[in-house]
């Protein structure tokens, strides 16, 4: 009787790619060659761009997201691949929280100006269906919704 045991070696590796220009462009690591874990990736110029966790080479868990400049833009969860959860948008003296579901805007969205909350957004399968400009009247049609 023949017994095959099948290959159960595995390659975990950190990986690092590079510009032209020799600056590092990404790194993190890698199962089999599929991004997985933690990684983190830069601007030519080399300042941080985005960094957050792979699962099975997609998107999963919590995000971050830069401009040029080392501003946020924006951070939230991905459940994978797909936008999940709150998400924040940052905008000069604003910024954005907003639900998603599997990848589309999805629930509540809440926009801040000056730290202050300003309106209030309902999107359901990534259409707006409400909008409120007062917290009185969003609590009036939204008794379910506890602060």
Known sequence: MLFLIPNLITTKEYVKEFYDSGVLKEEGWTHNKIKEGYWIYYYPEGSLKKKGHYHKDKKH???????????????????????????????????????????????????????????????????????????????????????
């Open 61 to 147: 868990g919590y995000w971050y997201f830069y401009s040029r400049t080392g501003q946020p833009v924006k951070e939230g969860h991905f459940e994978n691949g797909l936008m999940q959860d709150w998400w924040i948008f940052y905008e000069k003296n604003a910024h954005l929280k907003v639900q998603y579901l599997l990848g589309k805007r999805n629930g509540y969205g809440l926009v801040y100006q000056n730290n202050r909350l300003k309106k209030a957004i309902k999107y359901e399968e990534d259409k707006k269906t409400g909008e409120w400009t007062s917290v009185m009247n969003f609590k009036k049609d939204n008794p379910q919704v506890k602060f």
